[in-house]
């Protein structure tokens, strides 16, 4: 079983920054391509940033130059660096990794984590 948690969500006015992380836990040989994405209330789930195994960063429009995504393969954690934060990233924030290696031939694909809570407010 793999398991992705993600941490770090909470609230922050308007400027302010946060970190998100996301563990994944389990037998794990080798992760493939991560992301966040966020989902605010009533609306559909949006990607936000992914990162591939070798370190290669794409961003979604809105959140270029503020946010910053990493990882550290050795701990099979991501970040989420969130910096000049404003009310519209306020949503449910939620990990994703497309494929996880589990073995020698046993792959885990579309694992999501529960979501962590950002809302920025005044």
């Known amino acids: 079983q793999v398991q992705l948690v993600e941490s770090g969500g909470g609230l922050v006015q308007p400027g302010g920054s946060l970190r998100l992380s996301c563990v994944a836990s389990?037998?794990?040989?080798?992760?493939?391509?991560m992301g966040w994405y966020r989902q605010a209330p009533g609306q559909q789930r949006e990607w936000v940033a992914t990162?591939?195994?070798?370190?290669?960063?794409n961003y979604r429009d809105s959140v270029q130059g503020r946010f910053t995504i990493s990882r550290d393969n050795a701990k099979n954690t991501m970040y989420l660096q969130m910096n000049a934060m404003k009310p519209e990233d306020t949503a449910v924030y939620y990990c994703?990794?497309?494929?996880?290696?589990?073995?020698?031939?046993?792959?885990?694909?579309?694992?999501w984590g529960q979501g962590t809570q950002v809302t920025v407010s005044s």
């Open positions: 389990g037998r794990i040989f080798a992760i493939n391509t």
């Open positions: 994703y990794a497309d494929r996880i290696r589990t073995g020698l031939v046993d792959t885990v694909v579309n694992s």
């Open positions: 990162i591939t195994s070798d370190g290669s960063t």
